[in-house]
C-alpha cells in the first residue's frame, strides 16, 4: 500500500528532475559558447569592455547558479532512487518474516529505522504516550482510516483469483 502510494508520485518527480537536470546541463554548455563568442567580440571590437563585463557577470552567475541546482536536483534524485532501493530492501525483510512470533533486536534493526517516544500527555484523566516509529525506506506510515480500508479490500477482491468467501 505505502509503495503503491508512493510510487505513482516517485516516477513522476524523477522524471521531472532527470529533465530538469538535461535542460540545465544543455543551458551550461550554452553559457560556455556564449561566453567564448563575447569574448571573442570583445577581443576583436565588436563589444565595448563595459558591456562584456556585464554580458560576462550575467552569464557566469547564470552558470553558477544553475551548476548549483544540478547538483541539487542530482541529490535529490539519487535519495530517490536510494529510497527506491531500501523499499526493495524493506519487502525482502518482511517477507523474510511474515511469520515471526517475537520481535528480535534482528527484525528490529533490518525493518525499523528510528523510534520516537513523546512527552507524556494527560486527557480525560488518563495518560498515553505518542510513539512514532520509522519504519526503513518508507518513515513514518500514515495509517489509513477505516474506509480506505474498505476501498482497498474491495480493490484487492475485485482484481484477487481468491473466491469471494475466503475474502470476506
Known amino acids: 500500500m505505502q509503495k503503491q502510494k508512493c510510487g505513482e508520485f516517485q516516477k513522476k518527480r524523477q522524471q521531472e528532475l532527470k529533465l530538469s537536470i538535461k535542460s540545465s546541463r544543455k543551458r551550461i554548455a550554452d553559457l560556455d559558447k556564449l561566453f567564448s563568442r563575447i569574448y571573442e567580440d570583445n577581443v576583436i571590437g ?37 529510497k527506491s532501493v531500501d523499499m526493495r530492501l524493506l ?59 474498505r476501498r482497498m479490500m474491495e480493490q484487492i477482491r475485485s482484481t484477487s483469483q481468491f473466491p469471494k468467501q475466503l475474502t470476506a
Open 46 to 82: 565588436k563589444l565595448s569592455d563595459e558591456r562584456y563585463a556585464r554580458m560576462a557577470a550575467e552569464y557566469e552567475a547564470e552558470q553558477k547558479e544553475l551548476l548549483e541546482k544540478v547538483k541539487e536536483e542530482e541529490k535529490q534524485l539519487s535519495e530517490m532512487e536510494q
Open 91 to 149: 519487502l525482502q525483510g518482511l517477507r523474510e518474516f511474515t511469520d515471526m512470533n517475537e520481535l528480535t533486536p534482528t527484525i528490529v534493526n533490518k525493518l525499523i529505522r528510528r523510534i520516537e517516544v513523546h512527552n507524556p500527555e494527560k486527557k480525560h484523566a488518563r495518560k498515553s504516550v505518542k510513539v512514532d516509529i520509522y519504519f526503513t525506506a518508507v518513515g513514518l506510515v500514515s495509517l489509513p482510516d477505516e474506509q480506505e480500508i
